[in-house]
C-alpha cells in the first residue's frame, strides 16, 4: 500500500531527476572535433603553444572531443580571422592568437573584424620579444647592432612573422626612433623566421624565445637587447631596451578565443577546460622555460584586455604611419 508520505517522496523524487536532467542537457561538451585555428605558420610561438595546449587535454582526457589544429597564416592572421568569424558551427571554432588579432583589423578595415565580437575563452600568456643576430656577425651589444645596421641601410634585413604584423611594429620602432632603415621581411611563421637568421639568410630578427630557443642554446643565434620592463630570467645577461635609453616595451597575447556567436554555455565550458590546461604542471613548466608572462585571463577581464590593446595598438600603428 503506498502512503500518503511515499507518494510524497515518489513526487519529489521525479521533480528532482527531472531538474538534474534539464540541468545536464543545458550544459555544453562538444559532440564532434574542435576547430583549432592558428593564426600563424608551422614551427613559430603560436603553433608550438597550439599544439602544446592540444597535447596537454589529450594526455590529460580533458574534453570529451579533440581539438584538431589548422594552421592560416595567411594576410597576417587575416584568413584566420575569417575562417573563424564564418565559422558554420561557433561552438566547435576556437582559435589561438597574436597581436595581430588587433592589428590586422586596424590595418584592414575591409575585413569588417570587430576583434571585441569573439568570445573571450583565455589568455594563457604574454610573450616576449629580443633582438637577434648570428654570432657570426661579431655584433655583441645593441650599439654595435646600432652602427651596423645604420651603416648597411635598406642593406640590412630584419625578418619577421607576417606584414604589419608584432615583429613588423618593433623594426618600425627600431627604425623611425634610431634613423635606421632596415627592409623588412614577411615569413608565415617566427620558425622560418629563426631559420633563416640561423642560416645567415637574414640579418635580424626579434624572435620570441621559444622560436629562436635552439638556434640560442647551439650558440648560433645571439640576444642583443629585450623589448621587456625588466630582464628576463632566462636571459639575465641581456639588457631591455629601456636599460639603453628607448622608452619602449611590447609584448605579445597568447590567447583561445572563440568564435563570434559562440554560446554562453559552450564559452563557459572553453573557459574551464583552458583554466586546466593553464594550471597544468605541462603549461607552468611551459611558461617558466619560454620566459612567458602573465596570469590567466577571461570573460570581461580579457574583454577590458583587449579593449585596451586595441587603442594603444591603434595609437602605435598611427604613430608610424601604418594607418590614419
Known sequence: MITRRTMIGLVAATMLASTSFTGIAHAFEPNKPVDFIIMAGKGGGADKM????QSIIEKNKLST???????????SGAEALIAAKGARDPDHTIMVTLNSFFTTPLRQPGLKIDAMKFAPIGRMAEDTFLLWVHKDSGITTFEQYLEKAKKDGSKWVMGGTGKNSEDNIITDYLNNNYGLSMKYIPYKGGGAVAKQVAGKQ??????NPSEALGFYESGDMVPLVAFTDERLPMFPDVPTLKEKGGDFS????????????M?????AYYNGLFKKVYDSAEWQDYKKKKSLMGDFMSGKDLVSYWGTQVDRHRKILKASGAIK
Do not use: H, T, W
Request: charged share 15%; hydrophobic share 40%.
Open 263 to 267: 554560446s554562453d554555455e559552450a564559452l
Open 250 to 261: 611590447y609584448f605579445m597575447q597568447r590567447a583561445v578565443v572563440g568564435a563570434p556567436g
Open 65 to 75: 572531443r579533440p581539438l584538431v589544429p589548422i594552421n592560416k597564416s595567411g594576410g
Open 202 to 207: 637574414l640579418n635580424s630578427s626579434v624572435n
Open 50 to 53: 597550439a599544439r602544446l595546449m
